[in-house]
Structures are given as C-alpha cells and as structure tokens.
C-alpha cells in the first residue's frame, strides 16, 4: 500500500505559470519534507513542516512556497517556475522527534518547465 | 550544501560481486542513513546507524561508521541486477523543534550486469 503519494507524476508547465504538487501520506506522521533534486545530483531540502510549524531553510528560493491545511497533506507552489526549476521533487515523512528516524519518501513529481 | 561526498561516483559489477561505497562528512552528527534510489524514483531508507553503533548490518548489507575519520561505508555482499540503482548517505542531525534533517551525499551509482 502506498504511504506517502504524490501526484502528478509528471508536470509541465510554462516558464512563469504557476504550478502545485501534491503529497498526501497514510502514515500519520509529523513531519513532511519537500526536497527538490536536479539530475544526477543529491536530493535538496527546501523546507518542512512539524504539524503547522513550517521551516524554510535559509538558501530555499522566495519563489517556492508550502501549504499544509492537515496531517495528511501538503502542498508544494512554484509562483513564477523559471528553466532552473525543472527538476524532480520528492516529499517526505517522519516521525517527528529529534531521535532521529527514517524518512518515507513518494516517488517524486517530474517537473518539466518550457 | 552537500555534507557528504560519495566515493565512487560509479561502479560497475558482475552479479554475485560484493559491492563497496565510502561516504565521507564534514561536521558531527547524530545519525547517518543510506538510501537507495532507482531511477527515475523517490528514496527508499536502507539502514540508520547511530553516532555510538560502528556497525549494522541488514541482510546482504553491511554499514559501518568511523566518527573518528568522519567516515561510513555500505557493502551490498552478492549483488544482483535488481541492486542496480543510486546509493546515497546522508547525514542525519535533529533540525530545530523535531523531525531530523538529512543532508545527502551526491551518491553512487552502482550497475549490477547480469
């Protein structure tokens, strides 16, 4: 069963229009993470989010931004994609103490910008 | 940026073959996680090795962890084909009030040809 989907899969959009992916997960988690990763390169963390706590981390661009209105989801806008953004961008979740536990990951949404 | 470094960048094995990949990191942490991603697919957790464990093993893989080098590696013994895929560690450090904060290595990938 899947814990943590994102949809779409695969986006595309024109450079300037605004754009929202979609992370829902059956975990019941605390914390979700969006993370954005270009090719052949580490996965980026841009921000997260403990229940309605949000974190930005501090070089996450003003142009992207995050919405959580429940546990199960959370929501990724890009206001203005430019050709920089196209990337892969995966959400993530975890139990939310500072232990330290494993992140589930979904499979990603493909962004293509052009 | 990124706080692990990969080594190799790539590796190319005959099934059966033992697999090895070193991932070096710069500052101290509380735990550090390998991740395994296939292409073109989100992350799947492999194993987390706490600050005071030096080893881990689950299944066919090995992890060890030298704090002292700031060091860790991830043996995968007897590969197969269906092991080829993206391996990435990640530094793991409790972020602010909760959840944990990976900062990922920029991987290696490993092809398995049968």
């Known amino acids: 069963d899947a814990m943590v989907i994102q949809n779409p899969r695969y986006q595309v959009t024109q450079f300037g229009k605004p754009v929202t992916l979609s992370c829902s997960q059956t975990?019941?988690?605390?914390?979700m993470y969006w993370y954005q990763q270009k090719s052949s390169q580490a996965p980026k963390l841009l921000f997260h989010?403990?229940?309605?706590?949000?974190?930005n981390e501090a070089d996450t661009p003003d142009n992207f931004q995050s919405r959580r209105p429940n546990t199960s989801f959370c929501f990724l806008d890009i206001r203005s994609p430019g050709l920089g953004d196209a990337a892969m961008y995966l959400c993530?979740?975890?139990?939310?103490?500072?232990?330290?536990?494993?992140?589930?990951f979904g499979p990603g949404t493909r962004l293509t910008v052009t | 940026s990124q706080q692990g470094e990969e080594d190799p960048q790539a590796l190319s094995i005959q099934e059966g073959e033992n697999a090895t990949m070193n991932c070096s990191y710069k500052?101290?942490?509380?735990?550090l996680q390998w991740y395994r991603q296939n292409s073109g697919r989100g992350l799947v957790h492999l194993i987390l090795?706490?600050?005071?464990?030096r080893e881990k093993h689950s299944g066919r893989l090995r992890v060890t962890l030298d704090t002292s080098k700031k060091s860790s590696s991830l043996l995968i013994t007897a590969s197969r084909a269906a092991d080829t895929a993206s391996y990435f560690c990640?530094?793991?450090?409790?972020?602010?009030?909760?959840?944990?904060?990976?900062?990922f290595g920029g991987g290696t990938r490993v092809l398995v040809k049968p």
């Open positions: 993530a979740t975890s139990r939310g103490d500072d232990r330290g536990y494993e992140q589930y």
């Open positions: 975990l019941n988690h605390n914390v």
């Open positions: 989010y403990y229940d309605k706590d949000f974190n």
């Open positions: 500052t101290s942490i509380n735990n």
């Open positions: 090795i706490r600050s005071n464990e």
């Open positions: 990640a530094t793991d450090q409790p972020y602010k009030a909760a959840g944990n904060k990976l900062t």
